[in-house]
């Protein structure tokens, strides 16, 4: 499937593709999957609630924090407004179905469908 992508749409695809080394279509995948309701993951332990996290990623540390702020900080100015740009990729049924959904019920093309869900999750 081809679609354009929009300045910002394609702005947070780069940075979802840059952090998860994955492609743009495995970038959109994921943006778009992200978007369905998820249950809460909330359990109940001693009769306290407690967040039930996925403990799957490396431990978050102060430094990683502190660093991710000086590099926010440190972000170059955009001097240049990026342009539309047309791409193709291959997205999961599960992610076209919720498109389609967003078409149907919007009266939306598939690019603009997926640009609106990509530009919300910003």
Known sequence: MSITLSAKALKVVDYVRDVQ???ASHAIDHLILKTEPQEPRIKWVDGLPMADVKDDGP?????DV???????????????????????????????????????????????AICKIIEESA
């Open 59 to 63: 431990p978050l540390t102060t430094e």
């Open 66 to 112: 502190l660093r991710l702020q000086e590099e926010e900080d440190t972000f170059p100015p955009i001097t240049q407004k990026p342009t539309p740009r047309r791409i193709s990729i291959a997205i999961s049924p599960e992610a076209i179905a919720i498109v389609k959904r967003l078409c149907e019920s919007n009266d939306l093309s598939m690019s603009l």
């Open 21 to 23: 080394e994955s492609s």
